[in-house]
């Protein structure tokens, strides 16, 4: 197939959107907690409705995709998060955010299952890890962003002044919560990306029989697959540990060092996501130059220091440590599913709905985080991420591609074969 470059671009555009609608919920967990009444347990469940949805929906979300094709899918996906926006935005409680939540998670599986396969077809499949990671950039960068609007908002929606747009916001949200109005702006983001797509002339893509996502006794058949086993919990552990530190970051520098969460925390996470994209910046250079493997084992053993120095250090470093896993977890993610969709010669449209599935890690890594945290204190259940990331690590050991990652040495050893 040609290569499709609207494609690509359009895809870049999604990632950027479901990262800001995602990874906001770190920064605003201190400020569920006090404007709900909650437990450390009870706010774990908020982003476990968000990714438990990724359960639900991704799978069969892959399925529809072959009937009513992915511009459809795109937009319902985005309408599916528009009304779960609008819910919490006009009936703030700690039960429509749990369903609020649930449904944003979703409308963002449904845009999840659409795009990955299409960025491997349409960028090429022996640019798929550059091209990851590159989508990788694009997420942190508006994962940076998300936090410090939240700030931003919140402390002009305190204060007495403001243009008419915040003395708008300033009228929809309940004084002790103004983190609510960041759901009125995600509903009329969700709004303009529907027009978009809508208008959008979508042009034809074709994706070949590997691509296609199968009936059920196709992901039956591949779930008797050990490799696809493995890279199921190898994405599970990995969003699991992306989220179980974001979600806490804010939490966790409050608790134990004071520091104010919606400045000081909201900023720590969007440099969490911020260096995330910095680190991917590097990792397209090394993927360039390295085998992908070497690549993830490197920077999962640079972002267990920097985990170690976060939970322990003092206050100073633990709040520069925190960003820093960031830049070294920037790689995990395509690094992992590039690897396992090229670990397997066929059905690539049902394992990437399989490891979409994988991403409810998210759901329940922070979760068990919460819950060791009202019992023996959230370091010590921060402490459950040196098992994840252990598993992440072991990922370059034991993964053997088929294809690997093209890199400039390996091209040049291919020209110098062919020559012979």
Not at 291 to 316: C, E, H, N
């Amino acid at each position: 197939m040609k290569r499709n470059y609207y494609v690509v671009g359009l895809i870049l555009l999604t990632f950027f959107v479901i990262s800001f609608l995602t990874n906001i919920i770190g920064p605003l967990v201190p400020d569920m907690i006090r404007g709900f009444g909650l437990s450390l347990t009870l706010v774990a469940l908020l982003p476990f409705a968000f990714f438990i949805a990724y359960g639900v929906m991704s799978i069969p979300s892959g399925m529809l995709i072959e009937t009513f094709k992915e511009k459809r899918i795109m937009a319902a996906g985005f309408v599916v998060a528009f009304f779960g926006s609008l819910l919490l935005a006009g009936f703030p409680n700690y039960l429509t955010a749990v369903l609020s939540l649930f449904l944003i998670g979703c409308g963002m599986a449904m845009l999840q299952v659409v795009i990955n396969p299409l960025l491997r077809t349409a960028g090429g499949e022996e640019h798929y890890a550059f091209n990851s990671v590159l989508a990788q950039l694009i997420f942190g960068l508006a994962s940076f962003i998300s936090p410090l609007v939240y700030s931003g908002l919140v402390t002009r929606l305190q204060g007495s002044s403001g243009g008419a747009w915040i003395s708008w916001l300033r009228g929809m949200v309940p004084a002790g919560l103004p983190w609510i109005s960041l759901y009125w702006i995600f509903t009329l983001i969700c709004l303009a990306m529907i027009l978009i797509i809508v208008f959008s002339r979508f042009p034809r893509v074709t994706i070949s029989k590997e691509e296609e996502v199968g009936p059920w006794r196709t992901h039956v058949l591949l779930f008797r697959k050990r490799v696809v086993i493995l890279f199921f919990i190898a994405m599970f552990c990995y969003v699991g540990t992306e989220q179980g530190v974001a979600n806490w970051i804010s939490q966790f520098l409050s608790s134990y060092h004071g520091y104010d969460p919606q400045t000081v925390g909201a900023q720590a996470v969007a440099y969490f996501w911020g260096l995330m994209t910095a680190g991917g910046v590097l990792g397209l250079g090394l993927l360039k130059i390295m085998d992908s493997r070497k690549v993830l084992v490197l920077f999962t053993i640079l972002a267990l220091a920097s985990l170690t120095v976060a939970l322990f250090g003092p206050a100073r470093l633990s709040h520069l440590a925190f960003p820093i896993i960031g830049f070294f977890a920037s790689v995990m993610y395509p690094i992992i599913f590039s690897l396992a969709l090229n670990s397997v010669s066929e059905h690539h449209g049902s394992f990437s709905g399989i490891l979409v599935t994988g991403i409810i890690g998210g759901a329940v890594i922070p979760l068990v985080i919460g819950w060791l945290g009202d019992r023996l204190g959230l370091r010590t259940g921060m402490l459950f991420l040196y098992l994840t990331m252990g598993y992440i690590l072991s990922v370059g050991f034991w993964s053997r591609p088929i294809i690997k990652n093209k890199t400039i040495q390996l091209g040049r050893k291919r020209e110098t074969a062919g020559s012979k």
